[in-house]
């Protein structure tokens, strides 16, 4: 009887559906292929970095994080496709301000970093930037720095406008606590901040030495 009762229940869904029945049992029977596995795991990936992140990270960011912590060679555009698949939209999307002016005729660094994210030890590589948070009372920038080895944000400081002296306090800060050895690679984007007569004199005075992203290139500093 139960299985006169099933069958009643597949033909009813078939026929409002509109499948046929054997389309419906070939479905039902069909094993995923290996591209069809490998799609629904980044699939379950991306919603895992999405909602870890508190809905932030757009397609680039999640693209970064796949290839580092993931060890998946994926491209942005895949990935942006599959987010918009699942209905993954960046909250922070319309709310957006710069926080990164490289135009300007202060010296640069070269990229001596260059992506190699996986550190031996602590206070070898710090990598450094300024975010921002919206509050009731305007924009607050954050800036960090962290330690690439332990993720460790071992230096930071707050303020209401994006200056050199903010990232200096933030530099301050993480030297005082840490105290590393001579030699420590800094790594930062072109910023004007960072790239300040002041905010150099002061890593040389730390004997550190200077790594700076290529030019639009967000996946030099994606950690």
Same mark, same amino acid.
């Not at 629904?40 to 991306?46: N, S, Y």
């Not at 987010?83 to 001596?112: C, F, Q, R, W």
């Given at each position: 009887?139960?299985?006169?009762?099933?069958? $009643?229940?597949?033909? *009813?869904?078939?026929?409002?559906?509109?499948?046929?029945?054997?389309?419906?049992?070939?479905?039902?029977?069909? *094993?995923?292929?290996?591209?069809?596995?490998?799609?629904?795991?980044?699939?379950?990936?991306?919603?895992?970095?999405?909602?870890?992140?508190?809905?932030?990270?757009? @397609?680039?960011?999640?693209?970064?994080?796949?290839?580092?912590? =993931?060890?998946?060679?994926?491209?942005?555009?895949?990935? @942006?496709?599959?987010?918009?698949?699942?209905?993954?939209?960046?909250?922070?999307?319309?709310?957006?301000?710069?926080?990164?002016?490289?135009?300007?005729?202060?010296?640069?660094?070269?990229?001596?970093?260059?992506?190699?994210?996986?550190?031996?030890?602590?206070?070898?590589?710090?990598?450094?930037?300024?975010? $921002?948070?919206?509050?009731?009372?305007?924009?607050?920038?954050?800036?960090?720095?962290? =330690?690439? $080895?332990?993720?460790?944000?071992?230096?930071?400081?707050?303020?209401?406008?994006?200056?050199?002296?903010?990232?200096?306090?933030?530099?301050?800060?993480?030297?005082?606590?840490?105290?590393?050895?001579?030699?420590?690679?800094?790594?930062?984007?072109?910023?004007?901040?960072?790239?300040?007569?002041?905010?150099?004199?002061?890593?040389? =005075?730390?004997?550190?030495?200077?790594?700076? @992203?290529?030019?639009?290139?967000?996946?030099?500093?994606?950690?």
């Amino acid at each position: 009887m139960y299985k006169h009762r099933f069958q $009643y229940r597949v033909e *009813k869904m078939c026929s409002v559906l509109q499948v046929s029945r054997s389309g419906y049992y070939k479905w039902v029977k069909h *094993k995923p292929s290996k591209r069809e596995k490998h799609r629904m795991w980044l699939k379950k990936r991306i919603r895992h970095h999405f909602y870890r992140l508190k809905k932030r990270p757009g @397609s680039p960011v999640i693209t970064a994080i796949l290839r580092e912590e =993931d060890g998946c060679a994926v491209s942005s555009k895949t990935v @942006s496709r599959l987010m918009k698949e699942m209905g993954l939209k960046s909250i922070t999307v319309g709310k957006y301000k710069a926080t990164t002016n490289s135009n300007h005729n202060m010296p640069v660094h070269d990229n001596i970093l260059n992506q190699q994210f996986k550190v031996e030890a602590p206070n070898k590589v710090w990598v450094t930037d300024i975010t $921002y948070v919206a509050t009731g009372e305007g924009w607050l920038y954050l800036a960090s720095v962290m =330690d690439l $080895y332990s993720r460790k944000i071992v230096g930071w400081a707050t303020g209401a406008r994006m200056t050199r002296e903010l990232v200096i306090e933030a530099l301050e800060l993480a030297y005082k606590r840490q105290k590393p050895a001579p030699g420590l690679i800094h790594h930062s984007d072109r910023g004007s901040q960072y790239a300040s007569s002041d905010y150099q004199e002061r890593l040389a =005075d730390y004997f550190m030495t200077g790594s700076m @992203s290529r030019k639009g290139n967000c996946y030099d500093n994606a950690c």
